[in-house]
């Protein structure tokens, strides 16, 4: 059974800075693109950035660009989300995702991924 594990969210000032951590687990994931997306209430769940298990490409929104780093850590299975230059509009519940065999356009689109996590908030004051 495949789980994907959020942690690192928190309270942060406007500048600051947050890692987050995905922990994925169940199956090999070389084929597989991972994703991090998030959602605020009232809206539809944002891409924010991604990265190919194998090959290593990675992909950011605009929003993010220059200011978030999506990268592989050395465990085994692990996904990171450094989040700099925080700002306000930042806040949302972030949560992590896993799909198989994925184009360079389907990566962009949250119905194409395959496993989620259960998010983790993440709070930006201004």
């Known amino acids: 059974q495949v789980q994907l594990v959020e942690s690192g969210g928190g309270l942060v000032q406007a500048g600051g800075s947050l890692r987050l951590s995905c922990a994925a687990s169940?199956?090999?994931?070389?084929?597989?693109?991972m994703g991090w997306f998030r959602q605020t209430p009232g809206k539809e769940r944002e891409f924010v950035a991604a990265i190919r298990w194998s090959g290593g490409n990675t992909y950011y929104a605009d929003s993010v660009k220059g200011r978030f780093t999506i990268s592989r850590g050395n465990a085994k299975n692990t996904v990171y989300l450094q989040m700099d230059s925080l700002k306000p509009e930042d806040t949302a519940v972030y949560y992590c995702?896993?799909?198989?065999?994925?184009?360079?356009?389907?990566?962009?689109?949250?119905?194409?991924?395959?496993?989620w996590g259960q998010g983790t908030q993440v709070t930006v004051s201004s």
């Open positions: 995702a896993a799909g198989r065999w994925m184009g360079d356009y389907a990566i962009f689109n949250s119905g194409q991924y395959d496993y």
């Open positions: 169940g199956r090999t994931f070389s084929s597989y693109a």
